[in-house]
Nanobody, 115 residues
Framework: QVQLVESGGGLVQPGGSLRLSCAAS????????MGWYRQAPGKQRELVAT???????NYADSVKGRFTVSRDKAWNTVYLQMNSLKPEDTAVYYC?????????WGQGTQVTVSS
């Protein structure tokens, strides 16, 4: 069992930046990938950015060039650096971890972009 705890969300003005962090508890379940999804009110959860075991990354078109996903060496923490934030980035952001036996999700952290 893996627990994921997000932090770093909050209120930011358009054009501003935030850095989300996700700390994973220790697990013997091999990790294949980690990343971030988001869900805005009235919308389905969507992929934001992921990083794979081979270090490749994948981004939603809407965040390319503005967001960067990264991780520490031990796969204990995954980060999402968000720059040039827009009101349409407002959502609950969820940490995600794909392990050998199942996927894990964090409880979510709210990001609100508003003036």
């Amino acid at each position: 069992q893996v627990q994921l705890v997000e932090s770093g969300g909050g209120l930011v003005q358009p054009g501003g930046s935030l850095r989300l962090s996700c700390a994973a508890s220790r697990s013997t379940d091999s990790v294949y990938a980690m990343g971030w999804y988001r869900q805005a009110p009235g919308k389905q959860r969507e992929l934001v950015a992921t990083i794979m075991i081979d270090k490749s990354t994948n981004y939603a078109d809407s965040v390319k060039g503005r967001f960067t996903v990264s991780r520490d060496k031990a796969w204990n923490t995954v980060y999402l650096q968000m720059n040039s934030l827009k009101p349409e980035d407002t959502a609950v952001y969820y940490c995600w971890r794909k392990s050998r036996h199942r996927d894990y999700w964090g409880q979510g952290t709210q990001v609100t972009v508003s003036s």
